[in-house]
Nanobody, 128 residues
Framework: QVQLVESGGGLVHDGDSLRLSCVAS????????MGWFRQAPGKEREFVAT????????????IYADSVKGRFTISRDNAKNTVILQMNSLRPDDTAVYYC?????????????????WGQGTQVTVSS
């Protein structure tokens, strides 16, 4: 049974940093593309960042949404089955539930349909 468990969310102030973690189990983690998405109240879930796995053409490629580029960094530790989202210079419009997801296909990773498994989400709230 595949499980993705996010942690690290919380309440912070404008300009602060947070580090989200997602631990995966029940899958060959290193081969999966991993992504972070978020959903703000009243809005659709949107892409944040992704990192490819060894199952694709090239592992470790990162892609970011324009809204977070230069502020957020996605990384992975295959030995620990963990994907990290380091979020710096947080803004109130980053407030959302953040979801971790795993993709066996390793392409089209900006799109939710590419992902096979999803975590339960962790709340990030940024106050002004």
């Amino acid at each position: 049974q595949v499980q993705l468990v996010e942690s690290g969310g919380g309440l912070v102030h404008d300009g602060d940093s947070l580090r989200l973690s997602c631990v995966a189990s029940g899958l060959t983690f290193s081969s999966y593309g991993m992504g972070w998405f978020r959903q703000a109240p009243g809005k659709e879930r949107e892409f944040v960042a992704t990192i490819t796995g060894s199952g694709g053409i090239s592992a470790g490629i990162t892609i970011y949404a324009d809204s977070v580029k230069g502020r957020f960094t996605i990384s992975r530790d295959n030995a620990k089955n963990t994907v990290i989202l380091q979020m710096n210079s947080l803004r109130p419009d980053d407030t959302a539930v953040y979801y971790c997801a795993a993709s066996a296909r390793n392409n089209y990773l900006r799109f939710q349909y590419a992902y096979n498994y999803w975590g339960q989400g962790t709340q990030v709230t940024v106050s002004s």
